[in-house]
């Protein structure tokens, strides 16, 4: 069973930075893309950012610029570099996963990570 585990959330003052860490462990293969997703409560879980295996990059508008994305495919692990943190960022953040084998998508999700960014 593939496991996500996510580290690095916690507490900032706006206009700080955290560095999201997720690694995927009992992988033997590249993951097709891999990404964070966040989530407040009430509204839907939002896309961050995501990276596929290629190197393609997909950012959420509101973080453009701020946000950074790597991966080392290898390893099948992803980060997220979030600069200039604003109270409007703040949110529990998972981190993604899914690969293909044949017509079957599998979708795998952290257990997630808390980032509050204070005013």
């Known amino acids: 069973q593939v496991q996500l585990v996510e580290s690095g959330g916690g507490l900032v003052q706006a206009g700080g930075s955290l560095r999201l860490s997720c690694a995927a462990s009992?992988?033997?293969?590249?993951?097709?893309?891999m990404g964070w997703y966040r989530q407040v409560p009430g509204k839907q879980r939002e896309l961050v950012a995501s990276m596929t295996i290629a190197g393609t990059t997909q950012y959420a508008d509101s973080v453009k610029g701020r946000f950074t994305i790597s991966r080392d495919n290898a390893a099948n692990t992803v980060s997220l570099q979030m600069n200039s943190l604003k109270p409007g960022d703040t949110a529990v953040y998972y981190c993604?996963?899914?690969?293909?084998?044949?017509?079957?998508?599998?979708?795998?999700w952290g257990q997630g990570t808390q980032v509050t960014v204070s005013s």
């Open positions: 009992r992988v033997r293969f590249s993951m097709n893309t």
């Open positions: 993604n996963a899914w690969h293909e084998v044949g017509k079957n998508v599998y979708d795998y």
